[in-house]
């Protein structure tokens, strides 16, 4: 089960950090992926980080600006974002998955989502 928080409405240029905690991890949980799905759009990849080495991937739009991190005592992972554009509006979606992909498919359990408003 996996369960997110930490949205809410910010300016541009502002700060947020979100949070997933996961409970109930098995042995094949490899990595926690984030997604987003602004309105009228499809969910697209945000990045990912893998539960044991901690690698991280990013999609082009948010490198340099957004940081994933875990923390594996307690099963948690952050992302933090920075700098943040109206184009960054949309509900964030975590994802515990047994492999590291760029898609939904190679995620297994999704959490619920929270939104994220960045607006003047």
């Known amino acids: 089960q996996l369960q997110a928080s930490g949205g809410g409405s910010v300016q541009p240029g502002g700060s947020l950090r979100l949070s997933c905690a996961a409970s109930?991890?098995?042995?094949?949980?490899?990595?926690m992926g984030w997604f987003r799905q602004a309105p009228g759009k499809e969910r697209e990849f945000v990045g990912v980080?893998?539960?044991?080495?901690?690698?991280?991937y990013y999609a082009d739009s948010v490198k340099g600006r957004f940081t994933i991190s875990r923390d594996k005592a307690k099963n948690t992972a952050y992302l933090q974002m920075n700098s943040l554009k109206p184009e960054d509006t949309a509900v964030y979606y975590c994802?515990?998955?047994?492999?590291?992909?760029?898609?939904?498919?190679?995620?297994?359990?999704w959490g619920h989502g929270t939104l994220v408003t960045v607006s003047s």
């Open positions: 980080i893998t539960w044991r080495g901690g690698v991280t």
């Open positions: 109930g991890r098995t042995s094949s949980s490899y990595a």
């Open positions: 994802a515990d998955g047994s492999r590291v992909g760029y898609e939904d498919e190679a995620y297994d359990y």
